[in-house]
């Protein structure tokens, strides 16, 4: 079994990344994985509003469900955030 698992090559994605140049590296650190802690931040947020403004129409709180722009915009402050502090994070 281990001469098995020594035949089987390492796909570690740091491995990956250390054969790449610097500038995809900063560009990942930097960029990519900070808009991905902001998508989620985003969507983090606007799941609490839907979740939220549903469970008022469906308890009778709020006659009508409806999403505003305004909502869609304070989700925008869910995604700055996050994406603020993996910015931060990563000039560490």
């Known amino acids: 079994m281990r001469e098995f698992m020594k035949s089987i090559p390492n796909t570690n994605d740091d491995d990956i990344v250390e054969h ?4 995809f590296i900063g560009l990942k650190k930097y960029f990519i994985l900070p808009i991905k802690a902001g998508l989620y931040g985003f969507t983090l947020v606007f799941a609490v509003i839907l979740l939220v403004k549903l469970l008022s129409f469906l308890l009778g709180i709020n006659e009508v469900f409806n999403l505003d722009l305004m909502d869609v915009i304070l ?3 869910g995604f700055f955030f996050m994406f603020l502090i993996y910015i931060l994070k990563n000039l560490h």
């Not at 790449?20 to 500038?23: C, G, L, R």
Request: hydrophobic letters at 30%; zero cysteines; charged letters at 15%.
């Open 75 to 77: 989700s925008s402050v």
């Open 20 to 23: 790449k140049s610097p500038f």
